[in-house]
Antibody, heavy 119, light 109 residues
Framework: EVQLVESGGVVVQPGGSLRLSCAAS????????MHWVRQAPGQGLEWVSG????????DYADSVKGRFTISRDNSEDSVYLQMSSLRTEDTAFYYC????????????WGQGTLVTVSS | EIVLTQSPGTLSLSPGERATLSCKAS???????LAWYQQKRGQPPRLLIY???SRATGIPDRFSGSGSVTEFTLSISRLEPEDSAVYYC??????????FGQGTKLEIK
C-alpha cells in the first residue's frame, strides 16, 4: 500500500523558515517524480514544486521561487520542502504527492501538514 | 501561465441524476494533458481522470472525462450521495506551473 506521511508543519512568524518532510512507502520511491501541492484553508489547490526521480531537476511556482527549495533523499525514501522568508500568504495545508510515471498527475497524496505563518 | 476556469461554481443535483462539470483552459493544452480530482471535506484530493479521459485505478465507470484543446468535461452518471465533493481540474501541458481550476462544488441532495 502506498503511503505518504508529511511532517513539520507548525506555527511560524513571518520571515521565518521551516522544513517539511514527506516519508514514502509502498512503492519504489526512486522511480517516481514527487511534488508538493498546497491548499490555504477553505481555498483551492496550488501546485508548489516538483522534483525528478533522481533529484537532478526541480521546478517551482512563481509564488515560491527563490524562497522554497525541494529536495529528496532516495536512500531514505523521503522528499523535503525547505521554506524560507515565509509570508502570511504561505499559510496552508501542504500535501506531498506522487506523480504517475508519465506526466505531472498525482495518483497518491499524503494527508497534509498545516503551516501557519502568523505573528 | 495557463489559467483553468471551472463552471459552475456549485452544482446541486439529486441521487440518480447526471452531473456535467466544465473546465476551460486559457490556451490550448492539447488533447490529453488534463486531469480531474475529487476532494471530500477533510481529505486530500483523489485522482479520478488523467489524459483527459482515462480513469485512474479503482475509479468506477460512472466517472468519465472528455474534451480537448481548451474545453474539457467531467461527467458523473447515476449520482450517489458519496459523490458530494469539490472537483478540480488540473493541466500538465508543457512546462510548470501545473495549475488547477478553482473547483466545482457538487452537492447531492
Amino acid at each position: 500500500e502506498v503511503q505518504l506521511v508529511e511532517s513539520g508543519g507548525v506555527v511560524v512568524q513571518p520571515g521565518g523558515s521551516l522544513r517539511l518532510s514527506c516519508a514514502a512507502s509502498g512503492f519504489t520511491f526512486d522511480d517516481y517524480n514527487m511534488h508538493w501541492v498546497r491548499q490555504a484553508p477553505g481555498q483551492g489547490l496550488e501546485w508548489v514544486s516538483g522534483i525528478t526521480w533522481d533529484g537532478s531537476s526541480a521546478d517551482y511556482a512563481d509564488s515560491v521561487k527563490g524562497r522554497f527549495t525541494i529536495s529528496r533523499d532516495n536512500s531514505e525514501d523521503s522528499v523535503y520542502l525547505q521554506m524560507s522568508s515565509l509570508r502570511t500568504e504561505d499559510t496552508a495545508f501542504y500535501y506531498c504527492a506522487k506523480a504517475r510515471r508519465v506526466g505531472a498527475t498525482f495518483d497518491y497524496w499524503g494527508q497534509g501538514t498545516l503551516v501557519t505563518v502568523s505573528s | 501561465e495557463i489559467v483553468l476556469t471551472q463552471s459552475p461554481g456549485t452544482l446541486s443535483l439529486s441521487p440518480g441524476e447526471r452531473a456535467t462539470l466544465s473546465c476551460k483552459a486559457s490556451q490550448s493544452i492539447g488533447s490529453r494533458y488534463l486531469a480531474w480530482y475529487q476532494q471530500k471535506r477533510g481529505q486530500p484530493p483523489r485522482l479520478l481522470i488523467y489524459g483527459a479521459s482515462s480513469r485512474a485505478t479503482g475509479i468506477p465507470d460512472r466517472f468519465s472525462g472528455s474534451g480537448s484543446v481548451t474545453e474539457f468535461t467531467l461527467s458523473i452518471s447515476r449520482l450517489e450521495p458519496e459523490d458530494s465533493a469539490v472537483y478540480y481540474c488540473q493541466h500538465y501541458y508543457g512546462s510548470p506551473p501545473y495549475t488547477f481550476g478553482q473547483g466545482t462544488k457538487l452537492e447531492i441532495k
